[in-house]
């Protein structure tokens, strides 16, 4: 089917249920709560585009294929290879460090440049726009950019002795995780902050006065009513960072190649090495389905533990 | 290794950047001949290879379409597309381990037949070249580009500053870079963030210490060989110059790929860098003034006690066009392929500055953008007893990975000579 029929289709399908539901309104019968109907050109994308490919990956993780050639069966081989890779487990690890260290250092950034975003200073609109120029440049662009400018030999580095002593920052373990964890929080700060800037815009303003009245400052306003008015937000923006961090590859695929050694060999990158690279599609999938499990598992966590899932309002009361 | 042809000639990919990217496949409507599509990596080299084509379209009733893969990820593609009706009928490759997986799976047409009509299609090039592109035992393509062995490149001005001159041995080198190192300049620049360059090392040494058999039979199936004496000696080499502090201590963080080894040994920051012979292309574009008269090089040195010839080289010994067994016109494929040690053919690839590796290649020399540089090559890859094809192609893709690791972990100490060896031994080699 063709782009264009397809838009054909959910164009007239979308009439024709605009039409119903507003009969319905009119007949003035129960709650127009959209049907199942509405969900479809979402639910058939979505099992297009990632169930199909999971299910087929999960089928590809028992065989061995190498691109050409036949498909052959290799029941488990996949996974007890894996099971006795030390990279394997090494990836998952370094991914969940890369993940911690994202959100230890993004979130209380984001957090404070978002609140003050949300007020009326004087300069706030010029200071914001620069901060948020990181969130328009591709993730490749950014890598290619600071892999320039942290060079040993020619980047800042090379001017800073006293701070980087020889610039090895991308050939030793600490300094490639380091690197990451910074670009990450450069990267992707900027869009927290527009996100904790509209939370932050949202919270009453009465609760401040009340507050003023009772001779709070402004730290005590900012720990005992911006934060907790915040919890939703900071959940989202957890969760999206976890998300985020949990599928890092360009960054790690521009500025360390994995490297040095396996040191910062991420999990998808560890995936696109033996798919891609290996031309290993077998194992290749046994390593995204890992990837899957684990990042299924952490968000679930995510959620139970925030409360995410019930979601209390934060003006209750008010 | 994809990268180092991409790292040669980066922006002109763009320059064919918009011609089809992959076969069409459709060739019914030609009345008559039918076409063969002819299938290549993109870069400057495309120049040549369009110009070949159409000399054969000239000619020809079964008409050859090119098309061109731009940017480095050529393999990949190819692998995706090989065996599906949209495969070429013949493909650019690098010989050995990059092909195997498709001989494997039968996909390949043995070039026997052809080479019983017509001699010339083995005989007409330097057989230490032609010999990487057989697979067990038959040949399986025929080079259609330059030869790039790797040299050791000098910064002319930095070696006669510090009072030295090109190390033709081992101790030489160990000396030179003593002497550097005393001057606070960083005896040998490597790009270690790419991994393939730090590959050269073992490479080279390997082939001096244990002469070039040793990975020969690795590479058959006997992994055993890694754990040789000789594999140790090679290992100790290598350990012996890192530590003396030959390549400074950040060269993880270096990368050849965007500039920054090359830039160091042009801005006199360094003295040596091991690279192919693409190299001197490198320089011209970053550092013209630099490549012209500053710019030395020569081969590996020579080590005494060890089982190599001096006279040995490793590197990519060319690339290499392959037919498919599945192509309904291979006596077009023939015809095409036998264009490829036409004098044309071999005027046109040294105009853009390739080193072509046919027997008539002498002849045209003097037409090379820079002829002494030729010529140099030219002799060194014809006497070499031993041509040594990149380790990492000449195991199969599947290799690679794993191989650099080890390489780059041997090299900064995160594995000794024991983890280095269980490394290797583990490789895929079919």
Known sequence: ?318 | MRSRLAAMTVVTALVLGTSAACGSGDGSSDAGGGTIHVLVYGDAGNKVEKQIVDTFNKTSKVKAVLDTIPGADYQQKLQTVINTSRAPDVFFNWGGGSIQPFVKAGLLLPLDDFIAKDPGLKDNFLPSVFNSAVVDGKPYGVPMRGTQPVLLFHNKKVLADAGLTPPKTWDELLAAVQALKAKGITPISLGGGDQWPTLMWFEYLYDRIAGPGLFQKALGGDQEAWGSEDSRKALAAIRQLVDAGAFGSNFDSVKFTDGGSPALVAKGRAAFELMGSWYYSTQQDANPDFAKSGLGYTGFPSLSGGKGDAADVVGNTNNFYSVLKKSKHPEAAAAFLKLMYSDEFVKAQLSIGNLPTTTNTPDHLDLSASPAYSKDQYQMVKAAPSFQLSWDQAYPPSAMTPMHTAVQQFFNGALDADGFIKAMRALPTS
């Open chain 1, 1 to 318: 089917m063709t782009r264009r029929t397809t838009g054909r289709m959910t164009r007239r399908m979308t009439r024709r249920m605009t039409r119903r539901t507003t009969r319905r309104v009119r007949a003035g019968a129960e709650a127009t709560r959209p049907g199942v109907v509405w969900a479809l050109p979402a639910a058939v994308f979505f099992l297009m585009f990632a169930l199909t490919p999971l299910l087929l990956v999960a089928v590809l993780s028992f065989a061995s294929w190498d691109g050409i050639g036949d498909l052959r069966f290799n029941g488990l081989d996949n996974w007890t290879a894996l099971a006795d890779d030390p990279v394997m487990l090494q990836s998952v690890w370094t991914t969940l460090l890369l993940t911690a260290l994202g959100v230890v250092t993004q979130t209380p950034i984001s957090i404070l440049l978002g609140v003050w975003a949300a007020g009326k200073q004087r300069n706030r609109a010029v200071l914001s726009a620069v901060y948020f120029v990181p969130l328009l440049l591709s993730a490749t662009a950014v890598s290619v950019v600071w892999r320039a400018v942290l060079d040993p030999n020619f980047g800042v580095p090379a001017e800073l002795t006293w701070l980087f002593g020889d610039g090895n920052l991308l050939g030793s373990k600490a300094g490639a995780i380091g690197v990451l964890t910074f670009v990450g929080v450069w990267q992707f700060t900027p869009l927290h902050a527009l996100i904790y800037q509209g939370g932050a815009r949202a919270i009453p303003q009465v609760l401040y006065q009340a507050a003023a009245v009772d001779g709070a400052g402004r730290v005590r306003q900012f720990l005992h009513i911006t934060l907790p008015q915040l919890r939703n937000t900071i959940i989202t923006s957890v969760i999206l960072m976890v998300v985020g961090g949990l599928t890092t590859f360009d960054t790690v695929l521009i500025l360390t190649q994995g490297g040095p050694g396996t040191d910062t060999t991420v999990t998808s990158y560890y995936m696109y090495q033996k798919a891609f690279k290996s031309f290993d599609f077998g194992t290749g999938s046994a390593v995204a389905l890992v990837l899957v499990v684990v990042a299924t598992l952490i968000s679930l966590a995510v959620v139970r533990i925030s409360g995410y899932d019930k979601m209390r309002g934060t003006t209750e009361g008010l």
